[in-house]
């Protein structure tokens, strides 16, 4: 595989990486705001599904192509823009994984309300607000990771 084909595979991982999370956020934010349960549950479902279908192989496809790109390109892990977007990918990445948590068992959570007919109980809008702050250093990381990748410079080879 060609570098040219490795990196323009990294960047569509990246922009599926990013535009998958917004999109789960926003949509997750929009129903739990509703208020409607069977809603909330729907959207629970689906969004803990596009993590899995998407988020989870774009997140291990990441670093592998990032480190692969880095190794073509001969340079050094501690090349300033590499080791911020490694250090930034990876506190998204701790930020994500109790977020991933959250959001399974809001689903679990939303689904029994659903079944029983009842409003969610208040556990669930704690987690709610956890998974809300959570995702705001993760958001913010990926965000300049993104910038970083964009805006980086490697003597003598064009980006």
């Known amino acids: 595989m060609t570098y040219l084909t490795f990196k ?6 990246m922009v ?5 999370g917004l999109g ?4 997750k934010w929009m129903a739990d705001r509703s ?6 549950a729907n959207t629970n479902r689906q969004v803990v599904l596009a993590d899995w279908i998407f988020t989870t192989p ?3 496809f990441q670093p592998i192509s990032g480190l692969w ?4 390109l001969g340079l050094s892990l501690t090349t300033p823009w590499i080791a911020a977007s490694l250090f930034l990918f990876f506190l998204a990445g ?5 977020v991933v ?3 399974i068992r809001m689903k679990n959570i939303s689904a029994i309300a659903v079944a029983e007919s009842t409003p969610l109980p208040e556990i669930y809008w704690r987690m709610l607000r956890w998974w809300f702050w959570l995702g705001v250093p993760a958001f913010t990381s990926m965000v300049l990771v993104v910038a970083l990748m964009v805006f980086k410079h490697i003597p003598g080879v064009e980006s």
């Open 8 to 13: 323009t595979l990294h960047i569509l991982s």
């Open 16 to 20: 599926l990486l990013f535009g998958t």
């Open 24 to 27: 789960s956020a926003f949509y």
């Open 35 to 40: 208020g409607n349960v069977a809603h909330i």
């Open 58 to 60: 774009t997140v291990i």
């Open 69 to 72: 790109l880095t190794y073509q």
């Open 94 to 98: 701790a930020c994500w994984l109790p």
């Open 101 to 103: 948590w959250l959001q």
